[in-house]
């Protein structure tokens, strides 16, 4: 399993001419690894998610997502690799505030045609995963912040994706439950042996990444992770 990004370059339309957001851009990360994404905003980092995520098809390059080359799929075919091989952490985690934990991650079982029993059993399973075992009967209100994040981690996990990327998932966070989560993002990479594109402003959690790349006016290149 494993995210290979070959000389993507992403355009959109300004005024009469076209503002280059990704240029040329090569990423690969293997499975069980996580690649931290750090760059000013407006630099490109939410376009190169969108594009690895198959939201938005390149003007140019290749997108490789666990052995399948996605150029040639149609919109129907790109759904459903979305929802069985990418899993998507968001930066606020948007839980459905009527659903309990359990039932937010069985929403994406259910959407990809899994049988309610098995749904139930893999839900209760990644909550416990996650840190949140005795709370799967919780509703959002009932979670705090933290702990809305780790419902956030396990929903994306549900379908056992190949490649999981994550938009800064501490921002909201205060120092102490961000480090918790991050820890919690790389402990599952390697569990889950997920290929994790983790996009950040926080310098502390570079670290942890087994490498780091930067993107600047468009292009990516790679950075020196620091050292623990």
């Given at each position: 399993?494993?995210?290979?990004l070959t000389?993507?370059?992403?355009t ?5 001419a ?7 851009v090569s990423l690969t ?14 630099s490109?980092k939410?376009?190169l998610?969108?594009v ?9 390059g ?13 919109r ?9 091989a990418v ?5 606020q985690?948007n839980l459905?505030?009527?659903l ?10 259910h ?8 749904a139930?059993?893999r839900a ?26 780790r ?18 998932p501490?921002?909201a966070?205060d ?5 918790a989560?991050?820890?919690l ?7 889950r ?6 996009v950040?402003?926080?310098p502390a ?13 468009g ?8 050292r623990?």
């Open positions: 399993m494993s995210l290979e000389d993507v370059t992403l959109y339309p300004d005024g009469e076209r503002l280059t957001a990704l240029d040329e990360v293997p499975a069980g690894c996580l690649t931290a994404v750090i760059g000013p905003s407006g490109g939410s376009s998610l969108a690895a995520a198959t939201l938005i098809s390149p003007d140019r290749r997108v490789v997502i666990d052995g399948t080359d996605t150029a040639g799929l149609g129907a075919a790109r759904t459903a690799l979305r929802r069985t899993g998507t952490v968001f930066q985690p459905l505030p009527s309990t934990a359990a039932e937010q991650l069985q929403v994406m079982a959407l990809d045609g899994r049988p309610a029993r098995t139930r059993a209760r399973e990644l909550l416990a995963a996650v840190g949140l075992d005795g709370q799967a009967d919780r509703r959002p209100h009932q979670l705090s912040g933290g702990q809305r994040q419902v956030n981690i396990a929903r994306a996990l549900m379908n056992e994706p190949a490649v999981l990327l994550v938009d800064e501490t921002s966070l120092h102490e439950r961000g480090a989560v991050l820890e993002l790389v402990t599952l990479t390697r569990q042996g997920t290929a994790t594109v983790l950040t402003h926080d959690h570079l670290a942890s990444a087994d490498a780091v790349a930067e993107v600047r006016d292009r990516l290149r790679p950075r020196a992770a620091p623990p």
